[in-house]
């Protein structure tokens, strides 16, 4: 099955830290690109950050030293690390994969976990 499940979500005070999880399965085997976007109530779907296959990794600026993305490649896992996390935090986190290569693979198939509520409080 295809699918991502995010986890780690929560509440936090500003200040505070969390570390979501995303565990991807089905394409395993293909080459992608993961990312974490975010939506709070009342605004767009934004970027917040990705990583590829060779570990490179990009942020938003607002989020630029404060969140740090990283990947376990045996446990098909992507990692979101935020710290000192302010009310502006707050919104609904998804994580995203995006197929980019390998022999027999979908290219630029993409799709989107359920995600996974992080609410920050001043």
């Known amino acids: 099955q295809v699918q991502l499940v995010e986890s780690g979500g929560g509440s936090v005070q500003a200040g505070g830290s969390l570390r979501l999880s995303c565990a991807a399965s089905?394409?395993?085997?293909?080459?992608?690109?993961m990312n974490w976007y975010r939506q709070a109530p009342g605004k767009e779907r934004e970027f917040v950050s990705g990583?590829?296959?060779?570990?490179?990794?990009t942020y938003a600026d607002s989020v630029e030293g404060r969140f740090t993305i990283s990947q376990d490649n045996a446990k098909n896992t992507v990692y979101l690390q935020m710290n000192s996390l302010k009310p502006e935090d707050t919104a609904m986190y998804y994580c995203?994969?995006?197929?980019?290569?390998?022999?027999?693979?979908?290219?630029?198939?993409?799709?989107w976990g359920q995600g996974t509520q992080v609410t920050v409080s001043s």
């Open positions: 089905g394409y395993t085997y293909c080459w992608y690109d």
């Open positions: 990583i590829d296959r060779f570990d490179r990794t």
């Open positions: 995203h994969r995006r197929i980019r290569g390998g022999s027999g693979c979908p290219l630029d198939y993409n799709h």
